[in-house]
T-cell receptor, first 110, second 111 residues
Framework: GQQVMQIPQYQHVQEGEDFTTYCNSSTTLSNIQWYKQRPGGHPVFLIQLVKSGEVKKQKRLTFQFGEAKKNSSLHITATQTTDVGTYFCAGLWGTYKYIFGTGTRLKVLA | DAGVTQSPTHLIKTRGQQVTLRCSPISGHKSVSWYQQVLGQGPQFIFQYYEKEERGRGNFPDRFSARQFPNYSSELNVNALLLGDSALYLC??????????FGEGSWLTVV
């Protein structure tokens, strides 16, 4: 079946350090979305990538979609304590089914 | 505008019972999806409905069923509850651009 893996599973960083999470799919994706979930909360949409090789930036966050549309990454520059949470990628398989990754839990130490 | 609303927010059920969870999508959104999120894992796709028709179903047993009403709200039903059904059940609505907006979820505990 379709699988989306994320690495690392956990990441602890000092405030001000950079952070990257990687997302890999076993199948080609129509698009990929990224979400942030705070402890006890629900996933909140961050961004959607559609095109092969696409790169998008949101302030300190940089998102990339691989050329083969099977992998993606999220990079945060100079992390802040407000970045704490679990980051999920979700790949669109077909036309309606989003397959969520396993998530990367980020902890930022002040 | 209100976001996706779900009810109830928390509930406790006994094994073998049945549960109904409710969801109202964002105004104007015709698509509703249901996801199950077990603690420590990513959301797992259960169903998607669009214009009251089921568009897709994930790998869940027939104990899980759903429907969408003419006003695009939706219900998720789970019969014969098992301990393993304890999870956060998320409803999401989407409009034209495939962006998914999640509700705050319904926390189900089966004892």
């Amino acid at each position: 079946g379709q699988q989306v893996m994320q690495i690392p599973q956990y990441q602890h960083v000092q405030e001000g350090e950079d952070f990257t999470t990687y997302c890999n799919s076993s199948t080609t994706l129509s698009n990929i979305q990224w979400y942030k979930q705070r402890p006890g909360g629900h996933p909140v949409f961050l961004i959607q990538l559609v095109k092969s090789g696409e790169v998008k930036k949101q302030k300190r966050l940089t998102f990339q979609f691989g050329e083969a549309k099977k992998n993606s990454s999220l990079h945060i520059t100079a992390t802040q304590t407000t970045d704490v949470g679990t980051y999920f990628c979700a790949g669109l398989w077909g036309t309606y089914k989003y397959i969520f990754g396993t998530g990367t839990r980020l902890k930022v130490l002040a | 505008d209100a976001g996706v609303t779900q009810s109830p927010t928390h509930l406790i059920k006994t094994r073998g019972q049945q549960v109904t969870l409710r969801c109202s999508p964002i105004s104007g959104h015709k698509s509703v999806s249901w996801y199950q999120q077990v603690l420590g894992q990513g959301p797992q796709f259960i169903f998607q409905y669009y214009e009251k028709e089921e568009r897709g179903r994930g790998n869940f047993p027939d104990r899980f069923s759903a429907r969408q009403f003419p006003n695009y709200s939706s219900e998720l039903n789970v019969n014969a509850l098992l301990l393993g059904d304890s999870a956060l059940y998320l409803c999401a609505s989407s409009g034209r651009k495939d962006t998914i907006y999640f509700g705050e979820g319904s926390w189900l505990t089966v004892v």
